[in-house]
C-alpha cells in the first residue's frame, strides 16, 4: 500500500471552494414561460430576444405550433424581435412558450379610427389626409407600433356622366407616415375633374381594417398662356387667368419654379391684379428653353384656404439667328471679249486665201510638168553604124524601123 507524504495529506486537507454561478435576471425561468389560457380567443405578444428565431407553442396536451406550421385557424405574426399569436378557440390549459422570450403580453389589436377625409373642391388640389390610432392593451411601444403598422390611400375613378376622368385607372398608392397619435400622407390629387372614390387600408400584423369615401373634384378655376417672344430680344411671358368669380383675385398666390439649364432652378413669387391677370416675365437666352412647375394658394368663397398644384409648362425660346457663312471668294478668270463669232469672220479672209494659194500653186505646177514635156530634144544623137537610133520609150519608133 502506498504511503502518502506530508505533502499529499496537506493537500487533502485544503478545503474544496463551490464553483460561484451568478443568475442572469433576463434568462427565463419554467415558470416565466408559462401563461394560462381561460377563454377564447387567445391574443398574445411574445417579446423575446432580438435576432432570435419565433416561439414555439406547446398546448396542455404537448401539441406544438410553429410560426411556419400551424392550424388554419391561428394567426400569427412575427418580425426580428416580437411574435404576435392569435387562436379563434384554443385549448383551455396551460401552455408554455419555448425560445428567447423576454414577456408575454395580453394582446388587444390596434384601433383605426375613422379618418378624417379632407374636403378638395379642385383637381390638382393638394391635401393632408390624417387617421388617429390606438394601441388599448399598451403591449407594444410606439416605434414597435410604428413598425407593425402600415396605412396606404388611393383612388379610383367613379365616373358618371360625361366626367373627365373616364377611363381613369388606380393612381400609385401612398404610404401614411407616423405623425405623434396619427398616421398622415400629404399628397396631390388627380388633375382630371370628375367623381372618384378614395380608399384607405390598414394593415397592423396580420389585422386589416379598410375605408372609403366618394368624391368629386372640379376644373382648376385658373388658366395659363404662354405668349411666345416677338424676337429673340423679348422676355418669356407665363400669364395666369382667374377663371372663377367667386375667389378673390387679392388672395391668390401662385409659387412658380423655373427650371433652367444646367439642372439650375429659380423661384419666383406671381400675385394676380384687380382683374384677376398674373404675369411673369422672365428675360430669354436664345434657343434655351425654361420648364415652370409650381403651384397656387388661394382662399374659396367660403375662405378656406385651398392649394392647387400647377401643371408643368415649357417656355420656348425663339431660335438664334443663324450666323450668315462667309461666301467663298471666287477667281473670275480673264477671258476676252472678243466673241468666237467675230474670231470666225476674221479667220474667214485667211482661210480663203490659203486655199486659193494653194490651189493656184498645184496649177502652177501643172504647167510647169506640161511644158517641159512639149520641149524638143537640143541635144545631138550621135550616129550609129545601122544608120538609126532605137528610142524603147516610143513604140511607134520601133514600128517605123522595121
Not at 392550424?71 to 412575427?78: E, F, G, I, K, L
Not at 369615401?213 to 416677338?230: G, M, N, Q, S
Not at 434657343?287 to 415649357?314: C, Y
Not at 463669232?341 to 486665201?353: E, R
Request: glycine letters at 6%; proline letters at 9%.
Amino acid at each position: 500500500m502506498a504511503r502518502l507524504t506530508p505533502w499529499a495529506l496537506a493537500l487533502f486537507a485544503l478545503p474544496v471552494a463551490a464553483e460561484t454561478v451568478t443568475p442572469d435576471p433576463k434568462a427565463p425561468t419554467f415558470l416565466q414561460t408559462l401563461f394560462q389560457v381561460e377563454q377564447a380567443p387567445l391574443v398574445k405578444v411574445f417579446r423575446r430576444e432580438a435576432g432570435s428565431d419565433p416561439v414555439i407553442l406547446v398546448g396542455p396536451r404537448g401539441d406544438k405550433l410553429y410560426e411556419s406550421r400551424h392550424p388554419d385557424a391561428v394567426r400569427w405574426y412575427s418580425n426580428t424581435s416580437l411574435d404576435i399569436v392569435s387562436i379563434e378557440d384554443p385549448e383551455l390549459g396551460p401552455w408554455q412558450a419555448l425560445g428567447k422570450v423576454e414577456a408575454i403580453l395580453d394582446y388587444q389589436g390596434i384601433a383605426f379610427a375613422e379618418p378624417a377625409w379632407p374636403s378638395p373642391r379642385y383637381a390638382g388640389e393638394e391635401v393632408r389626409l390624417c387617421q388617429p390610432y390606438q394601441e388599448a392593451a399598451h403591449a407594444l411601444t410606439p416605434e414597435e407600433v410604428q413598425h407593425l403598422v402600415v396605412a396606404r390611400t388611393w383612388l379610383t375613378s367613379a365616373h358618371l356622366g360625361q366626367d373627365d376622368n373616364f377611363g381613369f385607372s388606380s393612381s400609385a398608392k401612398v404610404s401614411l407616415q407616423p405623425d405623434g397619435s396619427l398616421y398622415c400622407a400629404r399628397f396631390s390629387l388627380p388633375d382630371l375633374a370628375g367623381h372618384y372614390r378614395w380608399h384607405l387600408e390598414n394593415k397592423a400584423g396580420f389585422d386589416k381594417q379598410a375605408f372609403s369615401h366618394d368624391l368629386e373634384l372640379k376644373k382648376v378655376p385658373f388658366e395659363v398662356t404662354l405668349p411666345p417672344p416677338a424676337d429673340v430680344l423679348s422676355p418669356h411671358l407665363y400669364q395666369l387667368h382667374l377663371l372663377a368669380d367667386d375667389i378673390l383675385a387679392g388672395s391668390v398666390r401662385a409659387r412658380l419654379v423655373l427650371h433652367l439649364g444646367d439642372n439650375q432652378t429659380t423661384t419666383r413669387i406671381l400675385r394676380l391684379d384687380e382683374k384677376g391677370l398674373g404675369e411673369l416675365r422672365y428675360p430669354q437666352e436664345p434657343g434655351q428653353n425654361v420648364t415652370v412647375t409650381g403651384s397656387i394658394g388661394f382662399e374659396d368663397s367660403s375662405g378656406q384656404t385651398r392649394q392647387l398644384k400647377l401643371a408643368p409648362r415649357t417656355l420656348v425660346a425663339m431660335p438664334p439667328k443663324p450666323v450668315a457663312a462667309p461666301k467663298p471668294e471666287v477667281v473670275v478668270e480673264a477671258k476676252s471679249s472678243i466673241s468666237g463669232l467675230w474670231w470666225l469672220l476674221a479667220l474667214l479672209p485667211v482661210l480663203f486665201g490659203s486655199i486659193w494659194w494653194l490651189l493656184r500653186r498645184r496649177n502652177g505646177e501643172k504647167a510647169v510638168s506640161e511644158s517641159v514635156l512639149e520641149m524638143p530634144e537640143t541635144q545631138p544623137q550621135a550616129q550609129e553604124n545601122d544608120g538609126f537610133l532605137l528610142d524603147l520609150s516610143r513604140p511607134d519608133d520601133f514600128n517605123e524601123k522595121i
